[in-house]
Every structure is written in structure tokens, then in C-alpha cells.
């Protein structure tokens, strides 16, 4: 998924659950920045203090660059989830250890992984976390079938260009690469990008999009995103209410009828290919007031001035610099970009070390 699912759809899903808009905000904001924290390290500041955080994201979230992306502390507990073949603790799908590592959408892991956040909902980085939480688990849908490591699972075929926004892309790798790029089953990409949904391009994140490929095994699959977004939106309701209820087995309605017609018809209807235009067509909206809660100006800025980096660092630059001692103020502790990387670690610990040994996964 991209920003516009990760951070505006986020929102809308956050206020028709039931949060107060700063709530919402803080959400959102976490849900999207897992794509924008590209920085890991130790933060030096000018009194000695300093601060260790870990990133989320690659410098360039390109899979068409996947030997710079080969690193599972970031594709296995932010973006391609293990479903364990949709077994419970202790079972094993039948096949090989990539079976337990594939993506499934929301699977028993993943409903663990919202548990822990839920348990977790008194901590001061309780609602970044669950920003956090939202994120890997929205992704359970979009990235469903692809794993988060370099194997042939990903090896796959997209079918009809025609249906395939990056048909642009693939006719620039047609023309670099002459006769050895074949582009009826595209079977080349797949080759060269074996990474989570390499082969795929960005179509699994685009919620308008409707297409076919044929997987690793010859078999034919059909994807409507728009459908499986509004899934996803559905589950991810029920999550936030559960976590408002501070139970994660409470019995919640999700959205109703109309709010998944609503977020089902946008989803299709705004189908610009980028989609940062479509943020921009999201954000337009809900300042209209078109999702049944008060209209607000609803922003968001990953690095530059006025983002969460900005305000807790005094930092305006895309990249730290290596040896850069930051001006230190009692207000950082509280920050929320200090508690949305508290929430990163937080999750990621879980994930590796409770969550995934219990399903016999050793895979970060």
C-alpha cells in the first residue's frame, strides 16, 4: 500500500472507529511514516544525551533496486508479515520453511501482533504503536502471497499489460534489455526481482487496480484491489475499536454498510498512478468533510519543516549527518517522533522474539 492507504484512508478508518482527530492524526501519521523512517542509528545531542533508533524503510523503497533492500529486520516485521500458512502456534504448512514465511492476509500472527498492541495501549507510545501495528497489518492484504526474503515464491508473471500501470516501466526494461526481456509473461522480472512483490511492481499497492499473474507455480491469480483494500479496511476497524475497548477479543461491529461503500468507491474512483496525487485527492476530501466526521485540514510531512523530525530534532535535512550533535530539549522524551521509533523497537522486539518462535519462525 502507499500513502494514500497508509495515511489518509488510516485517518478516515480511525474517525469512523471512533478516535477524537489528534488521536486519528497520530495514527495515521505512524501508520505512513513505517514507509518514511530511513534513518537508524544513534541521535547525539549538544548535553550528552543521546538516543539509539532503528529504521522501518530503505533509503529508496524501489523494488526494482532489491540487492540494496535484502534486509529481513525491515521486510519481515514491517511489510511482508510470516503467515505460517495460515496454521496456528505449533502447526506447520505443508511444504518447505517459505510456506511458514509467506504473507497471508490477516493471519493468526497477524491478529497476534494487534493483541500485543492492544496490550500495550497504556504505554506512552501506546497510539504510535498501534499507528505501527496498522501498517504491517494493512500489508498482510496488499503484500498477500509474497514473502519478505529473496526466493522464487516471488518469481511471478503479470499477464495483461493492458491492466498494468507500470507497462511503462516495463517497456523502458524491454528496451534496455533487447531480446532477452520477454514480455509476454514477463518472466524476467521475477528473475532479477525475487524480493516481497519485486516481480509484481507497485500493482499489489494501488487500491484501484484490477489484474492477473501467474505465480511461481503456473497458477493463475486474480486480484481486484479495491476489494481487498476494503477488507482490510473492515478488519482494521474492528482492530481500533478493539483497542479503544482495551480488549482484543471484544465482539465489534467494524464499518458499517455505508462507510465500506464509501471507502470502496473513492478507492476505485481515485486512480491516479501516483500516489502521492492520490494522497493529495484523499486529503482533499476529508477536508470537505465527505466522511461523516467534521471536516479538518489533515497534513503530512515525513522530513522538512513542521514534520515530527523537525519539531523533536530541529532537523530539516532528508539524511542525518554522520557526525551532526543535535540541539537537546527536555520535550524530546515526549516527542512523538521519539515515541513512534519507541514503538518501532517495541514492535519489532515482539515480533522477532515472542510473536514468531512461537509459530517456529527464525526468520530476522
Known amino acids: 500500500m502507499q500513502i494514500d492507504f497508509h495515511h489518509a484512508v488510516v485517518y478516515v478508518i480511525a474517525r469512523m472507529a471512533g478516535f477524537a482527530h489528534r488521536q486519528a492524526d497520530i495514527v495515521a501519521y505512524c501508520s505512513q511514516y513505517v514507509d518514511d523512517a530511513t534513518n537508524s542509528g544513534t541521535v547525539k545531542f549538544d548535553n550528552g544525551a543521546m538516543y539509539t533508533r532503528i529504521s522501518s524503510a530503505h533509503k529508496a523503497l524501489d ?37 511458514k514465511i509467506t504473507n497471508l492476509p490477516g493471519s493468526l500472527v497477524a491478529q497476534e501482533i494487534v493483541a500485543s498492541c492492544i496490550a500495550d495501549r497504556k504505554k506512552s507510545y501506546g497510539l504510535h504503536r498501534l499507528g505501527v501495528t496498522l501498517h504491517v497489518y494493512a500489508d498482510t492484504w496488499a503484500h498477500q502471497r509474497f514473502a519478505g526474503v529473496c526466493h522464487d515464491v516471488n518469481d511471478i508473471s503479470i499477464l495483461d499489460e493492458r491492466q498494468d500501470p507500470d507497462a511503462s516501466f516495463n517497456a523502458r526494461l524491454k528496451d534496455f534489455f533487447g531480446d532477452v526481456w520477454d514480455s509476454v509473461t514477463g518472466r524476467f522480472v521475477g528473475d532479477v526481482l525475487p524480493l516481497g512483490h519485486g516481480a509484481a511492481l507497485s500493482n499489489p499497492d494501488k487500491p484501484f487496480l484490477s489484474w492477473k499473474y501467474r505465480d511461481c507455480h503456473g497458477k493463475v491469480i486474480s486480484r481486484n484491489n479495491t476489494d481487498i483494500f476494503v477488507d482490510a479496511a473492515q478488519q482494521m476497524s474492528k482492530a481500533m475499536q478493539r483497542y479503544l475497548a482495551g480488549d482484543p477479543r471484544a465482539n465489534v461491529p467494524g464499518l458499517d454498510h455505508g462507510q ?79 515515541l513512534f521509533h519507541d514503538a518501532l523497537m517495541a514492535h519489532r522486539f515482539t515480533v522477532i522474539h515472542d510473536i514468531l518462535p512461537k509459530y517456529g519462525i527464525c526468520a530476522a
Not at 78 to 95: I, R, S, T, V
Request: cysteine-free; glycine content about 12%; hydrophobic content about 35%.
Open 260 to 338: 465500506r461503500n464509501t471507502l470502496g468507491r473513492w478507492m476505485a474512483d481515485i486512480s491516479d498512478d501516483n500516489g502521492k496525487e492520490r494522497h493529495k485527492r484523499w486529503l482533499l476530501l476529508i477536508g470537505q468533510g465527505a466522511f461523516g466526521f467534521p471536516a479538518v485540514k489533515l497534513e503530512y510531512s515525513a522530513k522538512g519543516v513542521g514534520s515530527w523530525k523537525h519539531q523533536a530534532l530541529g532537523t530539516t535535512r532528508k539524511k542525518d549527518l554522520k557526525k551532526e550533535v543535535f540541539p537537546y530539549s527536555p520535550g524530546f522524551l515526549f516527542s512523538d517522533w521519539k
Open 63 to 99: 523494488y526494482r533496486n532489491f540487492s540494496a533492500l535484502a534486509n529481513r529486520h525491515v521486510w519481515i516485521p514491517f511489510h511482508f508479515l510470516p503467515g505460517n500458512g495460515g496454521k496456528p502456534a505449533g502447526g506447520n504448512p505443508d511444504g518447505s520453511f517459505i510456506h
